[in-house]
């Protein structure tokens, strides 16, 4: 498990660099989560939905309800034009911040996950 200020950071820009490959409900994002961290970031649906709200209310996502063929309708959210521009940036900050601290510590393999 990763410390958890560092998950807290890196909660909204995962998020929205999840809804950029398009539009996604809110359990599918807990199950790629998990998947891309091979089970090291285990969100729940507790945690994720009111980031997904707030991220809508800022006008950084939309959301709309979609009929499903088995169950009930599940609501997508999708990445809107200030989204893309918020992610944008969140990358280009990780990056900075990355290259800082790989100066700081010195070249290193990365560790297996």
Known sequence: MFPKPLLAASFEPLVLAMLANGP??????????????QGRI????????????????RGLATASW?????????????LTAKGEKALAKAK?????????????????????L
């Open 24 to 37: 996604t409900y809110g359990y599918e994002i807990i199950q790629r989560v998990q998947d891309l961290s």
């Open 42 to 57: 285990a969100w729940t649906a507790n945690r994720l939905y009111p980031l997904l709200h707030d991220l809508e209310n």
């Open 66 to 78: 979609r009929h499903v063929d088995s169950g009930p309708g599940r609501k997508y959210y999708d």
């Open 92 to 112: 280009h900050d990780w990056l900075d911040l990355s290259a800082i601290l790989a100066s700081l510590w010195g070249p290193a393999l990365r560790p297996a």
